[in-house]
């Protein structure tokens, strides 16, 4: 692509991802140039699979085949688009922008990261596949933490991937991973009743309440942990933004409310980026 239809895409790129994710705009947005753009793309190839997992339509055997068939193309040295193409032709009504334009998001990927993201997007779909077929009955905390790795757990990798290509900041890993966790547990417990209403449960048998708060706290001050051996300035502020969220979220769902407001959502910011 020459640069003029790069920035196109990019301009495109984050008008859908303000579109499909609020969540991550904002930390995103507060990125320095280059790093914005690369995890903005790369948050979008997981963005696209995640669409096809969560979307309430699609029949189960179909997502299956998608999330299976797109990990399988995300292996091969070149993507072939055609074949991506061919593969959503039967459902291209039904699936969103973001999801149809995932060979988009991976040539915005920045060349030396292309394959870690292609990799990491992989086992995320192959991941999520498995978990449809399983219709996301959750039994255990082995379970919780393995469904928990593929949808979350692996964004908090594939962004520690990032961080070492922009300017060689070394993380854990195992960290990384409990931040994504710790993140995800907060949306079960938000998303609680509307998950019953379609009769999913991410709760471990025997689980209440009490358990998915106390799993949640101890990932998101792993969280915490991780964001320690971060440098200042804008991967910090990036990762603050979301875990400073999710604590105010989870101290609100703890008062019985379902939501944080907006003038908390911006204070809290605020707080973060010194503003």
């Known amino acids: 692509m020459n640069q003029s239809s790069t920035s196109a895409l990019h301009k495109e790129a984050f008008v859908i991802l303000e579109k499909t994710s609020r969540t991550f705009f904002i930390p995103i947005s507060y990125l320095t140039d280059g790093l914005k753009e690369a995890v903005a793309a790369a948050y979008l190839c997981m963005r696209a699979i995640d669409e096809i997992e969560d979307d309430p339509k699609l029949p189960t055997d179909v997502k299956h085949k998608l999330l299976t068939e797109i990990s399988g193309l995300l292996k091969k040295p070149t993507f072939d688009e055609t074949r991506l193409k061919n593969l959503y032709e039967p459902y291209q009504a039904q699936l969103p922008e973001v999801t149809l334009r995932l060979a988009d998001w991976l040539k915005l990927c920045p060349p030396a990261l292309t394959d870690r993201v292609a990799e ?9 596949a498995k978990w449809v077929n399983k219709d996301w009955q959750v039994r255990s905390e082995e379970d919780l933490d393995e469904y928990t790795y ?3 757990g692996l964004v908090g990798v594939m962004l520690s991937d990032i961080w070492e290509w ?3 900041t070394q993380t854990d890993r195992d960290l990384a991973i409990a ?3 710790g993140l995800q547990s907060v949306n079960i417990l938000r998303n609680r009743s509307e998950d019953k209403e379609r009769g999913v449960s991410f709760f471990p048998d025997g689980w209440g309440e009490d358990e998915m708060f106390s799993y949640a706290r101890r990932n998101l001050a792993l969280g ?4 320690k051996s971060l440098k200042s300035g804008s ?5 603050q933004i979301p875990l400073a969220l999710a604590h105010g979220t989870l101290d609100g769902l703890s008062q019985g409310r379902e939501k944080i407001s907006r003038t908390e959502v911006k204070d809290i910011v605020s707080k973060v980026v010194g503003e």
């Open 120 to 128: 990491a997007t992989s086992i995320m779909a192959q991941g999520m």
């Open 150 to 152: 593929y949808v979350a």
């Open 224 to 227: 915490d942990a991780y964001i």
């Open 166 to 168: 922009h300017d060689n």
């Open 179 to 181: 931040f994504g966790r």
């Open 235 to 239: 991967i910090l502020h990036f990762c």
